[in-house]
C-alpha cells in the first residue's frame, strides 16, 4: 500500500462502487508511524488536510519514530491458540533522544482485552498518556500495566498512548517530557535533537528544533506545577528553541 485517502469518500476513485474508508484518520496514523514511503492519494478538493498535518512539519517534513510499527508478540503468539485469527491490531515503535528512549502504542480492530506491560515493549518503568485525553498521566510500570481494552479499541476506533521516562531531580522534582499534542509521533528526532537533564543542578535543557518562527506546542509533566502546556517559538534565526524545566519553571526561551 502506497497512498491513503485522508477521507472517507472519494468520488470518481477506480475502485468498487461506493467504496469507503472507513477510518481515515487510522490509514494517516499507520502511515506516520510505519516509516515508510507512503503518501496521500486524495481526489482534488477531497483533502482533509488537518489530518495529514498531524503527520509532519508545516513545510511537510515527516515527523516519525526511530523504527516502524512492530506488532507486540504477545499478538503474535496468539495466533496459535485461535487457528491463525488475528486478535486484533497492536504495536509499539520508539524512538532515541540521547538515549532517552520514548515509546508509542497503537492498538485498534481488538478481539480482545490485553495488559501490555513495560517488558513487552523493551521499555523501563516511566510514564503514560493518551492521545485522546494528554492531560491524564498515569504510572506505566509492572504494577501499573497498560489496559488494551477491546471495548474501546475496536474496528471503528483507534486508540494511542506515549511513553515516557521519569527524571527525577536531586531534589526529589520530577519531570517528563511529554511531547507534541498535536502531532501522531510525540517525540520525534526531527523535533526534539537534544535533552541534557542536570540532575545535580536540578534542571534539565531540551532543544527544539523546526522552522524559522514556527510555533511549537509542548506538553510537560511536572510534579510540582502537573501538567505544562507549553509553546516554544522557534528562533527568527536559527530555527530552534530552548525548554528550560527546573523546581519551579518549564519556560521555553
Avoid at 502504542?105 to 523501563?124: R, W
Avoid at 501522531?184 to 541534557?196: E, F, L, P
Wanted: charged share 15%; glycine share 6%; aromatic share 10%.
Amino acid at each position: 500500500k502506497d497512498v491513503f485517502w485522508s477521507t472517507s469518500l472519494q468520488p470518481g476513485s477506480p475502485y468498487k462502487p461506493n467504496a469507503e474508508e472507513v477510518l481515515p484518520e487510522r490509514e494517516i496514523l499507520i502511515a506516520t508511524l510505519s516509516t515508510g514511503p507512503v503518501s496521500p492519494g486524495d481526489a482534488i478538493n477531497y483533502t482533509n488536510t488537518q489530518n495529514i498535518m498531524k503527520c509532519c512539519r508545516e513545510d511537510g517534513l515527516i515527523l516519525k519514530p526511530d523504527q516502524p510499527l512492530t506488532m507486540i508478540n504477545r499478538l503474535v503468539s496468539d495466533w496459535a491458540f485461535y487457528e491463525g485469527v488475528s486478535q486484533g491490531e497492536l504495536y509499539s515503535t520508539r524512538t532515541n533522544i540521547h538515549g532517552q528512549v520514548f515509546y508509542t502504542i497503537f492498538a485498534s480492530a481488538m478481539k480482545q482485552d490485553y495488559l501490555i506491560y513495560p517488558s513487552m515493549i523493551g521499555a523501563q518503568p516511566g510514564v503514560i498518556w493518551s492521545y485522546d485525553n494528554p492531560t491524564a498521566v498515569s504510572t506505566f510500570d509492572d504494577d501499573h500495566p497498560l489496559n488494551v481494552s477491546a471495548a474501546k479499541c475496536h474496528d471503528l476506533s483507534i486508540c494511542l498512548w506515549y511513553i515516557s521516562p521519569l527524571i527525577i531531580f536531586s531534589s526529589s522534582t520530577k519531570y517528563a517530557l511529554l511531547g507534541e499534542w498535536n502531532k501522531w509521533t510525540a517525540i520525534s528526532s526531527q523535533r526534539i535533537i537534544g535533552i541534557d537533564n542536570f540532575i545535580g543542578s536540578n534542571f534539565a535543557l531540551i532543544t527544539v528544533y523546526g522552522l524559522v518562527s514556527e510555533v511549537v506546542p509542548i506538553l510537560v509533566f511536572h510534579s510540582n506545577l502537573s501538567i505544562v502546556n507549553v509553546t516554544c517559538r522557534m528562533h527568527p534565526d536559527e530555527g530552534e528553541a530552548q525548554l528550560v524545566i527546573d523546581d519551579r519553571r518549564v519556560g521555553c526561551y
